[in-house]
């Protein structure tokens, strides 16, 4: 499905962010990317779509070099992959279900097909019942949903989430996490990006480390060792 092949990322004054990666991400896969704030986390995740080009190497996606793709091309890419973030970047004055059919609006969807859609993915989340309500009415962990719904709304193959945990306690950081594995469980390849070693060790999952741009270790149930 992913294929990373000899990639590498160096940024103006020789700052190198990956140094030939070689990865395959198999569909449906679960998989947490470890490693401490500046190894390259984030700079793959932005790589796969298509935020940054690699210095050099091939990132393949359903074997189609993705680097090949037309201006055209990039946008429906993109909607094969749902990101979230650790700050959550919701529309303040939209309401929760606004902000999550903004993008299905943006895609010139009809409204009885963005109604069907929107209370799908709500209830995939749990938020039912919450949208009506505007983002500052939420708690962190509710708010999170509601960016995990928008990143689900196209129904990508692949959710990739970047420290979606970082500004949340233990409490709510485990329902996140129990999310992301019952929306892997329903089909979608999740993309983990976090330095959180509790969470990593409990999911038991997949670990790939990265340590100064590099993978260091790739283990297919692993804890989070560096």
Known sequence: MIKFHNVSKIYSGDVVALRNINLDINSG??????????TGKSTLLRLLILEELPTMGQILFNNRDIITFT??????????IGVV???FKLLNKRTVFENV???????GRGSRDIRQNVGQ?????GLTDKSNKYPTQLSGGEQQRVA???????????LAADEPTGNLDMINTWEIIELLLRINKLGTTVLLATHN????????????????????????EGKYMI
């Open 29 to 38: 896969e679960f998989v947490s990317i470890v490693g401490q704030s500046g």
């Open 71 to 80: 201006r055209r091309e990039i946008p429906l890419h993109r909607r094969k």
């Open 148 to 158: 995990i719904a928008r990143a689900l709304v196209h129904h990508p193959e692949i």
């Open 121 to 125: 993915i709500l209830d995939i989340v």
């Open 101 to 107: 059919s903004f993008a299905l609006e943006v895609a």
């Open 197 to 220: 070693k509790d969470t990593v060790d409990r999911i038991n999952r997949r670990v790939i480390a990265l340590d100064k741009g590099m993978v260091i270790r790739d283990q297919k």
């Open 85 to 87: 973030f650790q700050d």
